[in-house]
């Protein structure tokens, strides 16, 4: 059952300790707008925007663009029945394009239950995967599915739980009606908030991201008309990770992952924005495809 709260979040307490806390995090697309497989993003990786995490006997999967079709391989391959949480922040291509190629979702032994708000134009996010699956789009509609398929339709505010995993929704960009996630299981606490915006921050999304054990934020994202046009770069006097890190001390997050890369940001330009967030923030990554995290503490390993 979720439950609407449209008031402010208030100040989380002071987390418990989070060491037992079973937590995995693998990022399987990092990239945003379209995917890019060219040779100069290899080590980064070209698919958009997907991350799978695993909070004990909970397994949630955030936003389903490319990245989602290998993440269903994988899952397809373990040959075991899947029962997942699949939550998007907002529907441009990006983060549904793969969405009509993830494999579980056509075979009736899984369960996915999907969560997601409503977009700019007042559709709802079942209503946006659905029409994409439609001809001429695709050749299958989503009726074809046949997973056990439940939608869930979010506001900001809302709070409701996943087994032992609290989950708290807040709007954080008004443009996009992008929503960011706060997950809390046993003192362990992961944000997930992507397609934010850079102008200033309210005091509801440095609650959101209140001391988290791990935030991944979108910081890297570099417009197109800020890359291509001059008159553009004259007006943009703050980088979006320049933000993140200032939200990150603020709030007093732990680790920050940064992730949503540009079609033009290759392996060599975000390895040069690795080294110069890493002197501002040294616990801050930038994400790569298969970059993965044991609980808040340990290292990232491939």
């Avoid at 992730?259 to 940001?265: D, F, I, K, M």
């Avoid at 080294?275 to 923030?281: G, M, P, Y």
């Amino acid at each position: 059952m979720i439950n609407s709260a449209h008031s402010s979040l208030t100040v989380h307490p002071q987390p418990t300790d989070s060491q037992t806390a079973q937590v995995s995090v693998q990022f399987w697309g990092v990239r945003g707008s379209v995917p890019t497989p060219i040779a100069s993003n290899q080590r980064y990786g070209g698919n958009t925007v997907c991350v799978e995490i695993k909070m004990g006997d909970q397994h949630i999967i955030f936003d389903g663009g490319t990245g989602i079709v290998n993440l269903g391989q994988h899952l397809k391959q373990e040959k075991q029945i899947v029962d997942a949480h699949i939550l998007f922040t907002h529907t441009q291509w990006d983060r549904i394009q793969g969405f009509p190629f993830f494999l579980p979702a056509f075979s009736p032994k899984n369960k996915f239950a999907i969560y997601g708000g409503t977009a700019p134009n007042g559709a709802s996010t079942k209503h946006c995967l659905t029409d994409q699956m439609l001809k001429p789009h695709f050749t299958m509609p989503l009726q074809n599915m046949v997973a056990d398929l439940s939608f869930k339709h979010l506001f900001t505010g809302d709070r409701f739980s996943m087994g032992e995993v609290e989950v708290e929704v807040l709007k954080i960009n008004a443009e996009t009606e992008a929503l960011g996630y706060r997950l809390s299981y046993k003192g362990y606490t992961l944000v997930y908030a992507t397609d934010t915006p850079t102008a200033r921050v309210d005091l509801d999304f440095l609650n959101l991201v209140h001391q988290a054990d791990l935030l991944i934020y979108d910081g890297t994202y570099a417009d197109l008309n800020y890359l291509y046009h001059q008159e553009a770069k004259r007006s943009i006097s703050v980088n979006p990770w320049e933000s993140g890190i200032d939200i990150a001390s603020k709030a007093k997050v732990k680790q920050m992952v940064l992730l949503h890369h540009s079609p033009v940001q290759d392996d060599e330009s975000l390895d040069q924005l690795q080294a110069e967030i890493r002197d501002r923030f040294p616990t801050a990554s930038i994400a790569y495809e298969g970059m993965r995290i044991e609980n808040h503490n340990n290292p990232l390993m491939h």
